[in-house]
């Protein structure tokens, strides 16, 4: 049974860091794709950042040069360094798996103050 266990939510005031968590068990995370998406009130979930398994990676224009997703593959676990953050920032942030099948994390919020 694959299971995503996330943390490193909170609460931050702007221009504050957060880093994320991600750790898998039941997959094998350096074969697969693995993203964080973010989904405020009102508005559909999005993509943010993502880290193929040869190690591109992709970002969302909106958090270039603010956020680092990076993976430890001998824990199984990626990671969302968020910098510089935003109130607009402000989402339930998701880590997802996709391979040969796709699996959510049950997501953690991420509170940005002005």
């Known amino acids: 049974q694959v299971q995503l266990a996330e943390s490193g939510g909170g609460l931050v005031q702007a221009g504050g860091s957060l880093r994320l968590s991600c750790t898998a068990s039941?997959?094998?995370?350096?074969?697969?794709?693995i993203g964080w998406y973010r989904q405020a009130p009102g508005k559909q979930r999005e993509l943010v950042a993502s880290i193929r398994s040869i190690g591109i990676r992709n970002y969302l224009d909106s958090v270039k040069g603010r956020f680092t997703i990076s993976r430890d593959n001998a824990k199984n676990t990626v990671y969302l360094q968020m910098n510089s953050l935003k109130p607009e920032d402000t989402a339930v942030y998701y880590c997802n798996v996709r391979g040969a099948n796709e699996y959510w994390g049950q997501g953690t919020q991420v509170t940005v103050s002005s």
């Open positions: 039941g997959i094998i995370f350096s074969i697969n794709t």
